[in-house]
């Protein structure tokens, strides 16, 4: 929380996950029935909290470059409110969105600048994850300008927040303890074999968890209402508005304080990943940038992931197909839907902190065919 609002000199409020504090805005500033323009590529809880809020998923055209809204091809007249992505840590064009209801979702993004200003502070909220920089594996922070609106937002955190326990947090910290340890000591293949034997991961139809439309339809009849949603929010962590105790706070900080420290060590691996062909261009836009993930372009994707795993090189953060695709009767198109699949498709992201176990294979990995 203290590195946080520093960072952003914005008022901070803690929270069980990052998820929960994007619905919160999400509330707060739009109206239900309001369309919201926001990226086709994204993971699949966001999806749901947009739809649980009450609002109208507008999917914007993807920039092949990044990955994010293609801002030179929206019609921003047309939509009431815009949610960025920040995919892989790389900025949405978030100057461009000025004048509008703008919650940045900086999950993939805590240490990510544009101009100098850190992402999380040009829109209305800014909501940040624990679980990503810092693998703190739970924990978010909703970061807001007027002390008026966190206010308000507290007591709709308190609202929702649903009972915690010492086990459930004893739990969640010892698990994201074991997957730090399983990435110091290279153990990441055993780990995920014991993972998938003891169904320790969520079922998933390719790399979407199941949409179940009749339950969805059923769910919307009572929106704005989050709750009827946790079928499908709660995915990979199903203690997502769970209160947390003194063991979980005091994890979080302690991963969180070591983001700095590890800030030279994040960019070392970027630079020596953008020296790939198959880097995504705008990551060479900026090589001071410490990315959460940096994505890679390649033909085979998917044979690329099943390599590296037999190397004891996960991958994750995958978000295939894109959502007017993967949930098309809930959710307004995209006019060129084209880039987003194609992104999709090819896309690698890369854990820059490891990079020299995973350089032997990415080294032989050849660029996509251009989209046309």
Same mark, same amino acid.
């Given at each position: %929380?203290?590195?946080?609002?520093?960072? *952003?000199?914005?008022? $901070?409020?803690?929270?069980?996950? &990052?998820?929960?504090? /994007?619905?919160?805005?999400?509330?707060?500033?739009? $109206?239900?029935?309001?369309?919201?323009?926001?990226?086709?590529?994204?993971?699949?809880?966001?999806?749901?909290?947009?739809?649980?809020?009450?609002?109208?998923?507008?999917?914007?055209?993807?920039?092949?470059?990044?990955?994010?809204?293609?801002?030179?091809?929206?019609?921003?007249?047309?939509? !009431?409110?815009?949610? *960025?992505? &920040?995919?892989?840590?790389?900025?949405?064009?978030?100057?461009?969105?000025?004048?509008?209801?703008?919650?940045?979702? $900086?999950?993939?993004?805590?240490?990510?600048?544009?101009?100098?200003?850190?992402?999380?502070?040009?829109?209305?909220?800014?909501?940040?994850?624990?679980?990503?920089?810092?693998?703190?594996?739970?924990?978010?922070?909703?970061?807001?300008?007027?002390?008026?609106?966190? +206010?308000?937002?507290?007591?709709?955190?308190? !609202?929702? /927040?649903?009972?915690?326990?010492?086990?459930?947090?004893? %739990?969640?910290?010892?698990?994201? %303890?074991?997957?730090?340890?399983?990435? #110091?000591?290279?153990?990441?293949?055993?780990?995920? #074999?014991?993972?998938?034997?003891?169904?320790?991961?969520?079922?998933?139809?390719?790399?979407?968890?199941?949409?179940?439309?009749?339950?969805?339809?059923?769910?919307?009849?009572?929106?704005?209402?989050?709750?009827?949603?946790?079928?499908?929010?709660?995915?990979?962590?199903?203690?997502?508005?769970?209160?947390?105790?003194?063991?979980?706070?005091?994890?979080?900080?302690?991963?969180?304080?070591?983001?700095?420290?590890?800030?030279?060590?994040?960019?070392?691996? $970027?630079?020596?990943?953008?020296?790939?062909?198959?880097?995504?261009?705008?990551?060479?836009?900026?090589?001071?940038?410490?990315?959460?993930?940096?994505?890679?372009?390649?033909?085979?994707?998917?044979?690329?992931?099943? +390599?590296?795993?037999?190397?004891?090189?996960?991958?994750?953060?995958?978000?295939?197909?894109?959502?007017?695709?993967?949930?098309?009767?809930?959710?307004?198109?995209?006019?060129?839907?084209?880039?987003?699949?194609?992104?999709?498709?090819?896309?690698?992201?890369?854990?820059? %902190?490891?990079?020299?176990?995973?350089?032997?294979?990415?080294?032989?990995?050849?660029?996509?065919?251009?989209?046309?």
């Amino acid at each position: %929380m203290k590195l946080i609002a520093e960072r *952003t000199g914005r008022h $901070v409020l803690s929270l069980p996950s &990052n998820r929960l504090g /994007l619905y919160l805005a999400l509330r707060h500033w739009c $109206v239900p029935g309001q369309r919201l323009l926001m990226s086709p590529i994204s993971a699949d809880e966001i999806l749901f909290l947009v739809l649980a809020a009450g609002l109208r998923p507008v999917i914007a055209p993807l920039s092949p470059r990044d990955g994010n809204i293609d801002a030179t091809r929206v019609d921003l007249g047309t939509v !009431d409110a815009v949610l *960025t992505t &920040n995919l892989y840590g790389l900025p949405d064009d978030v100057s461009a969105f000025a004048g509008k209801v703008l919650v940045e979702d $900086v999950a993939h993004a805590m240490e990510t600048d544009v101009g100098g200003r850190p992402l999380g502070t040009f829109g209305q909220a800014g909501v940040f994850s624990l679980s990503k920089h810092p693998g703190a594996g739970s924990g978010g922070v909703l970061a807001v300008e007027h002390a008026s609106d966190l +206010e308000a937002l507290t007591a709709a955190r308190d !609202d929702l /927040l649903a009972r915690g326990s010492v086990w459930a947090d004893t %739990m969640s910290v010892a698990t994201s %303890m074991v997957r730090q340890a399983a990435l #110091k000591f290279d153990l990441v293949r055993p780990a995920l #074999k014991l993972a998938r034997a003891l169904g320790l991961q969520e079922e998933r139809e390719g790399f979407r968890i199941a949409l179940d439309p009749d339950g969805l339809e059923s769910a919307l009849k009572h929106v704005p209402a989050l709750p009827p949603f946790d079928p499908w929010v709660r995915a990979d962590l199903h203690r997502y508005r769970a209160r947390r105790g003194r063991l979980a706070h005091w994890y979080q900080g302690r991963r969180v304080a070591k983001v700095p420290g590890e800030r030279a060590r994040r960019l070392a691996g $970027v630079q020596r990943l953008a020296e790939l062909p198959t880097v995504a261009p705008a990551v060479l836009d900026d090589l001071s940038r410490p990315l959460f993930r940096v994505p890679l372009l390649v033909r085979d994707r998917d044979a690329a992931i099943a +390599e590296l795993e037999r190397h004891g090189v996960a991958t994750g953060y995958l978000y295939d197909p894109p959502y007017d695709d993967y949930a098309p009767a809930f959710t307004e198109h995209s006019p060129d839907p084209a880039p987003a699949r194609w992104w999709a498709r090819h896309v690698l992201p890369v854990d820059p %902190m490891y990079t020299a176990r995973s350089l032997p294979i990415l080294r032989r990995l050849e660029p996509p065919t251009p989209l046309p």
